[in-house]
């Protein structure tokens, strides 16, 4: 049996009181496509924030590559290769594509104490390559974000992530507000991140956009895993009763 | 028109820019010729680096996404701190570092209260508006204290330099620091992060950008600005008074949003804020040059402000619809 990528063990979260997360236990194994689903309330957003470094669990482990991990912050997590793109929170839209692509993570020609110049002909040039291999030719990385369509921001979001070298994939609701072309093409590119040996985890409220890129599918209810089958071994109808 | 429409998506600062053209050509025009002459031009660009300084702290700071109503007592504040540290006998070098530490640590106050309550810095700097006020006034005993001659580096600061005198130290200080501030924005990472944590908030936390810290530094350069600009003044006039930049809070405001800066955030650049700060100074002297009623200055300057943020708004709106362009 393959080792899983990422472990979660006995996960619980607290929110002033809200129990929001109650023991969670999940494998995901490297090069699956996870459809993550429940209502909402359900607990899949509290397990996104602790997998992404947003939140920090109140009690139990993550076990990444066997090894368990702390993220203090989404920094933390984005070392070691776990990159979350949200449905429409991971673009800055009154900055260009090139500045987007290297928020946070800026190629420097010297710094001092962090601070530093940024290289600027590289974002631009690195950003156009990141943005091709995902299929998306924008004419220039100049381009602000908030010009851009729903689903070629997500493409952008997508291609950010594959630039840098990230394991781990969390979609988390990248389909909401979008159009069903766009739609579609986001699809796509969850479909190709299998070929590019990525593990992702991908959240929907819908079941056939599950059904059709996942691999397996992990449904919650109330803060508990009530359901984890194969694609193949479950149907629509089987999700919905669990929730 | 497309075209010139697109490239303010990038430089929001073109519609203050248009302005402060048409605003020289007209009042060139109607003072036969004085407005633009040396004499005039050296009047202006004396004190246009004390507006100008507040402008670009102001405007950096509205590009994180915050306020600084503060700006005007800082002003105040920091002069007042090295003029009583002057007149105690205090060498220069620390008087003066001591009053920008002073607008520093107000400016840090501010960050972290804005920061770390989550309140409005709208309500945080409008408490510091006074509290910094009155502090200037109660060290200064209610009289500005009466500095020992030749304390001030004037040389440094205030004295006319270059052909003819055209220029004042202040401005070349002034030139530096919107140079430094515009590298700082548009080439460095802080400068991406700043435009990050103010353009959209979630998204830069989710990145990992250190927002809090970004902000409280935006809140910390500001105040500094703010205070040197007051320093400048009081070295020019000669006399620390408590009740310099009354008011100056809200013309930093407008000089930045008439150089094109967003109230929300995220939109904005340091040369925008000059432009704003300029225009300001040259309606100000404008009027009087032909001949105008002065008392007119605050209508024309609050009459440019409403204007400049529709047709900004415009602009942005206009700019936005016209979609890029993709290969497929």
């Given at each position: 049996m393959t080792e899983p990528i990422i472990q979660v063990k006995n996960l619980h979260k607290w929110y002033s009181g809200v129990?929001?997360?109650?023991g969670v236990s999940l494998d995901i194994l490297p090069n699956e496509t996870l459809g993550l689903v429940g209502d909402n309330g359900a607990g899949k957003s509290t397990l996104i924030a602790l997998l992404s470094g947003t939140e920090q669990p109140s009690e139990g482990e993550i076990i990444m590559e066997g090894r368990p991990v702390r993220f203090k912050g989404p920094r933390d997590a984005m070392n070691e290769g776990i990159e979350t793109i949200y449905q429409y929170n991971?673009?800055?839209?009154?900055?260009?594509i090139a500045r987007n692509m290297f928020i946070g993570r800026e190629p420097l020609k010297f710094s001092f104490m962090g601070i530093g110049v940024m290289d600027g002909k590289k974002m631009a040039t690195e950003s156009v390559k990141a943005i091709a291999d995902v299929d998306l030719h924008l004419r220039s990385p100049n381009a602000l974000v908030g010009e851009l369509s729903g689903g070629q921001r997500q493409g952008v979001a997508i291609a950010r992530s594959m630039y840098f070298k990230s394991k781990v994939m969390i979609l988390d609701?990248?389909?909401?507000?979008?159009?069903v072309k766009e739609t579609e093409k986001v699809i796509g590119f969850v479909r190709s991140l299998k070929g590019l040996g990525i593990t992702s985890v991908f959240i929907s409220h819908n079941m056939h956009q599950v059904f059709a890129c996942c691999d397996r599918i992990v449904a919650m209810d109330r803060g508990e895993l009530v359901l984890d089958k194969r694609i193949e071994e479950t149907s629509i109808e089987e999700v919905h009763k669990v929730l | 028109m497309k075209k010139f429409i697109k490239i303010y998506l990038e430089k929001p600062e073109l519609a203050g820019l248009v302005f402060l053209i048409i605003l020289t050509i007209v009042f060139q025009v109607q003072s036969d010729g004085i407005f633009l002459n040396s004499r005039n031009l050296q009047g202006i660009l004396g004190i246009l680096p004390e507006m100008g300084l507040v402008a670009i702290g102001v405007t950096l700071l509205m590009i994180s996404g915050e306020f600084d109503l503060s700006v005007g007592s800082v002003f105040a504040l920091t002069p007042m701190v090295m003029a009583v540290l002057l007149a105690d006998g205090t060498p220069f070098v620390f008087a003066f570092g001591a009053g920008l530490l002073a607008a520093m640590a107000v400016g840090f106050v501010n960050g972290m209260l804005t920061v770390r309550f989550n309140i409005p810095s709208f309500i945080t700097t409008l408490g510091m508006l006074f509290v910094a006020r009155s502090i200037t006034v109660v060290i200064s005993g209610g009289f500005p204290p009466a500095l020992p001659p030749g304390a001030m580096p004037k040389w440094l600061f205030t004295s006319f330099v270059g052909p003819g005198g055209m220029f004042r130290m202040s401005f070349l200080w002034f030139v530096l620091v919107a140079v430094l501030m515009t590298f700082l924005m548009s080439r460095t990472n802080f400068g991406n992060w700043v435009r990050a944590t103010g353009g959209f908030l979630p998204a830069a936390k989710s990145m990992g950008i250190p927002t809090a810290r970004v902000k409280v530094a935006s809140f910390m350069i500001c105040s500094v600005l703010a205070g040197f600009a007051g320093t400048i003044q009081v070295m020019r006039l000669g006399a620390p008074l408590p009740s310099i930049g009354e008011g100056m809070e809200l013309q930093a405001v407008a000089a930045a949003v008439i150089g094109g800066t967003a109230l929300t955030g995220g939109i904005g650049t340091i040369l925008g804020g000059i432009i704003g700060a300029v225009l300001i100074r040259v309606i100000d002297n404008g009027l009087v040059l032909v001949q105008f009623d002065a008392n007119w200055f605050k209508m024309a300057l609050g009459g440019l402000t409403i204007l400049a943020v529709i047709v900004n708004a415009w602009l942005r709106r206009k700019a936005k619809s016209i979609k890029v362009e993709t290969d497929k």
């Open positions: 129990h929001a997360l109650k991971s673009m800055v839209p009154t900055m260009s609701e990248p389909t909401n507000h979008l159009g | -």
